[in-house]
């Protein structure tokens, strides 16, 4: 399974934007890179997705690089509400062999506190 | 529009003892994955079930066995629980051919075990 790397934690004050590192130097070329986060008692939230190019939603921007080698989850503008674990996941949907399920792999993620 | 529903929400079993907990899927969903997660980690896939068959298992023993059913609701068997079987149970959704979408998940079943 390929492999992310994230920093343990970050902090950002509140209303200030925050850009959440992603490493992922064995990505594939089916592998779609995800980010969910998950808040206390909660079970993980679906953040964005992409696969090559940089992705806008209601929620975040993705920044993908070049050779998509890293990526980065930007919160435009973070709020209280924003405080959680991030995980950056790359989820493999080949193909080979018939079928790919796509299971996420999770690492550790990055503890994000947001400081008033 | 019902997300992704769990339950129990909370559940504390002794040694030695079985467990099923159960999943309901998102409207429009079909295909069930069960994930581990262990406090303090991110959670370990264990295995997914579409169409009624076990499709893709994760690193976890025989002891831990699903099952679906036709309305693609699924349970999660484990059985003769270790101490170390303690961990928040998550249940995601998805569909399958959509591979690049996301899965949605439950908030988990909390398993203690004494």
């Known amino acids: 399974d390929a492999k992310t790397t994230q920093p343990n934690s970050m902090e950002s004050n509140e209303e200030e934007p925050v850009h959440l590192p992603c490493n992922h130097s064995?990505?594939?070329?089916?592998?779609?890179i995800h980010w969910y986060r998950q808040l206390p008692s909660q079970g993980p939230e679906y953040v964005i997705h992409g696969l090559t190019s940089n992705v806008n939603n209601r929620m975040a921007s993705l920044a993908i690089a070049e050779d998509r080698k890293s990526s980065t989850l930007i919160l435009h503008r973070a709020t209280l509400r924003d405080a959680a674990v991030y995980y950056c996941i790359l989820r493999d949907c080949s193909n080979a062999g018939g079928t790919s399920y796509g299971k996420l792999t999770f690492g550790q993620g990055t503890i994000l506190t947001v400081h008033p | 529009d019902a997300g992704v529903t769990q339950s129990p929400t909370h559940l504390i079993k002794t040694r030695g003892q079985q467990v099923t907990l159960r999943c309901s899927p998102k409207s429009g969903h079909d295909t069930v994955s069960w994930y581990q997660q262990a406090l303090g980690q991110g959670p370990q896939f264990i295995f997914q079930?579409?169409?009624?068959?076990?499709?893709q298992r994760g690193n976890f023993p025989d002891r831990f066995s699903g099952h679906q059913f036709p309305n693609y609701s699924s349970e999660l068997n484990v059985n003769a629980l270790l101490l170390g079987d303690s961990a928040l149970y998550l249940c995601?959704?998805?569909?399958?051919?959509?591979?690049?979408?996301?899965?949605?998940f439950g908030d988990g079943t909390r398993l203690s075990i004494l």
């Open positions: 064995t990505i594939s070329g089916t592998d779609y």
């Open positions: 079930y579409y169409e009624e068959e076990e499709r």
């Open positions: 995601a959704s998805s569909r399958q051919g959509f591979c690049n979408q996301p899965q949605h």
